[in-house]
């Protein structure tokens, strides 16, 4: 049967939501965090002519008024430049929805006098007349005396500048290698081996691999393994767990040791601190393999903690909350905040009659995208603020007296708050950080669930979190609690929990179980 395709032409009415640009631009602003904001405008203002910043110094901001005023009396092809016109004019005239601020003004730059060219003169003139041998023994040593500080100081590099970043465990053991007396060919191995350790200092790669990628015997690579565990820290290039322990054990004299036969052998009961098991399986007395279970902890797990890890990470926060009087008080920390303005030298440009179609058009592109980028970073500002106070408004008890009393809070009681979109309020709240006086919180922090209580008021699950902690803290190390005990002590506290969910917030606040948290006594 023959198919037959027909055309036609069918008309609907419909809504969609179309992102402008400038939109998605403001929604991706709004959820940046403090360095990528930071990282995003400094990307900006490498790329379009029409931002700078608007913190300047005094010197640059009269250098810059210097060059100001040679430009506006030079001519360009017979004409003066048009006037400049003023930055928050520019923007409020530009575009009706931008919204200028105080920090929007641009700096008042300071007028300094060219020296007089006599007064110049006279004072070159001067140097004949100098009596030099006078001067240089009386101001020749005065560095010794610190009479007169140096004039490079001012170019010498900050303090900042001369750090040094941590030495790694490669460069550690690298260091060690090259003053071993092994041949070029097993340094080759050795460097191969270290390289491949991983962050805690283990060697997860089989010899075998290493071996085929070395194109030499599994025999050479093991030999030259064992030279390079016999390298700080001790423990270092072990496979396993066991093997590192043991090689610590060996560095310190103690292979024969009660500790040494542990480890190999009832290292799993000694994870479980199963110490009566180890005992009879051993033939050995209780309070003897409490000591070596002693001597065990105080080993180094993993070797290369020292000397592994990313840099701290330091938190700007985005907002302070302080209280002042009987009122908690919200604040921006503006400082934080990259300040920008429009540059008068192109707003001149882009005034200028001689100037042509295409270069004005690409400055009116540029200085919309710049009043979009300033629109977006204040936009920003304000939601964080709103949704700062907001959270102030239902968690006053905590900012009052602490975790404890940490209420439950969800995205929609904060969005109908202040009149926002659950979405936007998750955007704000995202990498943003409260500087409060019960310390620095990411906003994320303040939304938590909740969990019934007797009295039928939700307890959140922060508040049931911090009163797990400080149960295991209180408890006994030969007696731990288990999840049943902490779940009956929340529910003669009146707070209804099931003996999981105390083991979902143990496991998620880094408590290792009560078989696991026994000490020998």
């Known amino acids: 049967m023959a198919l037959e395709v027909k055309l036609g032409q069918d008309l609907r009415l419909r809504q969609q939501l179309v992102m402008t640009p400038q939109l998605q631009q403001a929604i991706k602003i709004l959820q940046l965090s403090l360095p990528e904001l930071e990282a995003v405008v400094q990307s900006e203002l490498d790329s379009n002519p029409m931002l700078e910043p608007l913190d300047q110094s005094v010197a640059e901001a009269a250098a810059n008024h210097e060059n100001d005023e040679s430009n506006e009396n030079a001519p360009a092809d017979g004409e003066p430049l048009a006037a400049e016109p003023d930055a928050e004019t520019a923007l409020a005239s530009g575009d009706s929805q931008w919204e200028p601020t105080a920090d929007d003004r641009p700096v008042e730059t300071i007028a300094t006098e060219a020296p007089d060219a006599a007064v110049e003169l006279g004072e070159l003139g001067r140097l004949d007349k100098l009596d030099w041998r006078e001067y240089l023994e009386n101001y ?54 270290i390289y491949n350790l991983n962050d805690d200092g283990y060697l997860e790669t089989p010899l075998e691999e290493l071996a085929a990628q070395l194109e030499c015997g599994v025999e050479r690579v093991e030999r030259v393994l064992k030279r390079v565990r016999l390298l700080d820290p001790p423990g270092v290039g072990a496979r396993n767990l066991r093997e590192c322990l043991f090689a610590q054990l060996t560095n310190l004299g103690m292979e024969d040791s009660l500790a040494a036969r542990v480890v190999l052998n009832h290292l799993d009961l000694l994870e479980k601190h199963r110490y009566n098991e180890i005992a009879r399986s051993m033939g050995v007395p209780l309070d003897a393999v409490g000591a070596a279970a002693k001597i065990i902890a105080l080993l180094e797990p993993k070797p290369g903690r020292d000397y592994g890890g990313q840099e701290p990470a330091y938190i700007v926060p985005d907002v302070y909350i302080q209280k002042i009087g009987d009122d908690f008080m919200v604040t921006l920390n503006e400082s934080a905040v990259p300040r920008l303005r429009l540059a008068h030298y192109y707003q001149r440009v882009m005034n200028d009659a001689t100037v042509g179609a295409e270069t004005r058009e690409y400055l009116q592109e540029r200085m919309r995208s710049a009043r979009w ?129 105390v083991a979902k917030y143990r496991q998620a606040l880094g408590i290792l179980p009560s078989s696991r948290r026994k000490r020998f006594e």
């Open 140 to 193: 020749s040593n005065n560095w010794q005396n610190g009479e007169a500080g140096d004039p490079d100081d001012d170019r010498r590099n900050t303090l900042e500048n001369t750090l040094t970043r941590k030495t790694s465990l490669e460069d550690h053991l690298m260091w060690q290698l090259r003053l071993s007396n092994l041949d070029e060919a097993d340094q080759r191995i050795g460097a191969t081996i």
């Open 373 to 501: 980028l300033v629109k977006s970073i204040y936009q920003r500002q304000q939601t964080i603020f709103k949704v700062a106070n907001s959270i102030v408004k239902f968690q006053r008890a905590f900012f009052e007296r602490g975790v404890g009393l940490l209420k439950p809070l969800v995205l929609k009681d904060v969005a109908e708050d202040i009149g926002m979109h659950e979405s936007t309020i998750s955007r704000a709240t995202a990498n943003k950080y409260a500087h409060t006086p019960q310390g620095i919180f990411e906003l994320k922090f303040f939304f938590t669930s909740g969990v019934k209580a007797a009295d039928g008021e939700d307890v959140s699950a922060e508040t049931v979190k911090e009163r797990i902690r400080a149960l295991v803290a209180g408890e006994g190390s030969h007696a731990p609690l288990s999840d049943q005990s902490i779940a009956e002590i929340l529910r003669n506290e009146q707070i209804n929990i099931a003996r999981r969910t």
